[in-house]
C-alpha cells in the first residue's frame, strides 16, 4: 500500500537546504516525513502552493507580551495571534513581565498560561538579577526555558544588572545563551539630566548615545571572554558596536531588528514622534548602513522583531514619560520581504536570519529548516504580492505599528505549525495549539 502522510504541501518552490526547489513537503505527527515528489492525494490535508515560496517557519527570539502584568498591552494570546498574521511560527518570550521570571513557579506559569492560548509554538526567557544569578544554573534547565535575559542598562520593567561584579555572577551561573541588552545604565543615570524635566523625544539618542552602547557592549565582552560563557548581543544599534562584535564571534551572537534597519533619525522623530521611541534608540542612517553591512558580512546572527507593545494613550505622555518599544512581531516579516524585493537581502540571508540562525544560537531542536524529521512548520510566502501595512491588521491589543501606511512587496500567505495550517490569506484558522519549543541542550 502506499505511503500515507496526514498533511502535505505541493506546486511551491521549497527552500531547503540546497536551496530553492521546486517540490512538495509531506508532515506525518507534526514532522516532516518526506520531501520529493509527492501526490496531494497521499495525505488527509494539502496546500497549494502553486506560485509561492515556501520557507522554513520564522522564529521570532525577541518579544515581549506583557503576560502576567499589564495585560492591557498584550497577552500570550494576542501576541501570538498576531505572529502567526505575520507569518511567525514560533516566538521565544521577554521576562519582564509583572512579576518578572525570574523564578521557577514564575516560568511554569507562563508555559502553563501558554497553553491552549498560544497560537506559536513558544519559549521563555529567564531574567537575571542580583537576587538570582547564582540560581540561573539550574533556572535554565526548567522545561521550555530559552536561555538567560539580563538589561545591563534599564529599560521597560524592573530588571537590572548594572555592574561587572554581578554580570560577572550571572555569566558564571550555567551554560546556555545569555542575552543581553547591551546598554551602560551608570552612563544612562549620570546623563539623565538631559531630558529628565522634558525634552523633544529626538534627544532620546543623543542621551541613550552611541557610547552607552560601546561602553556596555566593550565590558560584556570582556567578562563574558573571562567566564568563557557565550552571549547574544540583542538590538545592536551602532556602527562602532557591529566593529567590535565582528572581532568577537568566537563568544558573541548578534541580532539586529527591522526597525533599526528602516528607520533613521532625526526623520522617525519628526515623523512618527514617540512612536518611534525605543531602547536602544534608532539613530542615524550611517548606523543604520553599518548594520546592513554587517547582515552582508556575517557578523549579524538573527533578525528578532522586539516586539514591545505599549498603547498610544501610554505613547502620548509628553517625552520622556512615554515609554519606549515598538510593536512588531507581525510586521518583521513583510518588512524583511520588502527588503528582500528591494535587492538588500537574499532569500537564503532571511531565511538563516528568521529560522536557522536562532535555532543555531540557542540549539534549538528540531526546527530552523525543512528537513526529514524536523517539525512541519512552514511560513508560506508570496514573494510578489504588493500590500500595505496597516494599524488594522495589526492584532496587538497596543493597535498601532509604526510602519502603518507603508506599501511592501512580499506578504504572508500561510503559516503552517507542525502540518497544521494557522493563518491563510489573512485569516486564523483552527484554534490556538502551541507547544514548547525543545532544545538540544540537556546540559
Ligand atoms: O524599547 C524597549 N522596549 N526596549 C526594551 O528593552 C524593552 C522594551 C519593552 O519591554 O517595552
Not at 26 to 53: C, H, Y
Amino acid at each position: 500500500m502506499a505511503e500515507t502522510f496526514d498533511f502535505v504541501i505541493h506546486g511551491g518552490t521549497v527552500v531547503t537546504t540546497s536551496g530553492p526547489v521546486q517540490t512538495s513537503v509531506a508532515v506525518r505527527s507534526g514532522k516532516v516525513a518526506r520531501i520529493g515528489d509527492i501526490a496531494p492525494a497521499a495525505a488527509g490535508r494539502s496546500f497549494d502552493a502553486k506560485g509561492l515560496t515556501v520557507l522554513p517557519g520564522v522564529i521570532d527570539e525577541q518579544v515581549h507580551f506583557r503576560e502576567p502584568g499589564p495585560v492591557h498591552k498584550e497577552d500570550l494570546e494576542s501576541g501570538t495571534r498576531g505572529a502567526v498574521l505575520g507569518g511567525v511560527t514560533a516566538v521565544f518570550e521577554m521576562p519582564n513581565t509583572d512579576p518578572p521570571t525570574t523564578t521557577a513557579s514564575a516560568l511554569a506559569d507562563k508555559v502553563k498560561r501558554a497553553a491552549g492560548r498560544s497560537w506559536t509554538d513558544f519559549a521563555f526567557y529567564v531574567g537575571a538579577s542580583p537576587e538570582n544569578a547564582d540560581d540561573l544554573k539550574d533556572l535554565e534547565r526548567e522545561p521550555a526555558c530559552c536561555g538567560i535575559k539580563m538589561f545591563m542598562g534599564s529599560s521597560t520593567g524592573t530588571l537590572l544588572v548594572a555592574d561587572d561584579e554581578n554580570v560577572a555572577r550571572v555569566l558564571a551561573s550555567g551554560t546556555r545563551r545569555v542575552t543581553v541588552h547591551s546598554e551602560d545604565d551608570m552612563r544612562l543615570q549620570e546623563r539623565n539630566a538631559m531630558v529628565r524635566d522634558g525634552a523633544d523625544v529626538s534627544m532620546h539618542a543623543e542621551w541613550r548615545d552611541v557610547e552607552t552602547a560601546v561602553r556596555s557592549t566593550k565590558r560584556l565582552l570582556a567578562l563574558a571572554r573571562k567566564a568563557g560563557r557565550r552571549v547574544h548581543v540583542l538590538h545592536v544599534s551602532t556602527a562602532e558596536e557591529m566593529a567590535i562584535l565582528g572581532e568577537n564571534k568566537d563568544i558573541a551572537t548578534v541580532e539586529v531588528l527591522p526597525q533599526h534597519l528602516t528607520l533613521a533619525a532625526p526623520e522617525c522623530y519628526q515623523r512618527l514622534g514617540t512612536l518611534a521611541q525605543m531602547n536602544p534608540p534608532i539613530r542615524e542612517a550611517r548606523h543604520r548602513d553599518a548594520l546592513w553591512r554587517a547582515i552582508d558580512e556575517g557578523i549579524v546572527d538573527c533578525v528578532g522583531s522586539d516586539h514591545a507593545p505599549h498603547t498610544l494613550e501610554e505613547k502620548a505622555r509628553p517625552y520622556p514619560r512615554s515609554p519606549s518599544g515598538l510593536t512588531g512581531v507581525q510586521t518583521l516579516l513583510p518588512l524583511l520581504l520588502d527588503h528582500h524585493a528591494a535587492g538588500r537581502l537574499t532569500l537564503a540571508r532571511l531565511v538563516d536570519l528568521t529560522s536557522a540562525g536562532p535555532c543555531r544560537i540557542f540549539n534549538v531542536a528540531g526546527k530552523g529548516r525543512i528537513a526529514v524529521g524536523y517539525d512541519g512548520d512552514f511560513t508560506v510566502v508570496d514573494l510578489k504580492a504588493k500590500r500595505t501595512i496597516t494599524n488594522s491588521w495589526i492584532a496587538s491589543r497596543a493597535g498601532w505599528t509604526a510602519f502603518d501606511g507603508m506599501a511592501v512587496t512580499g506578504w504572508p500567505k500561510a503559516t503552517i505549525i507542525r502540518g497544521n495550517v494557522v493563518m491563510c490569506d489573512d485569516e486564523l484558522q483552527g484554534a490556538p495549539a502551541g507547544a514548547p519549543v525543545r532544545f538540544q541542550e540537556t546540559l
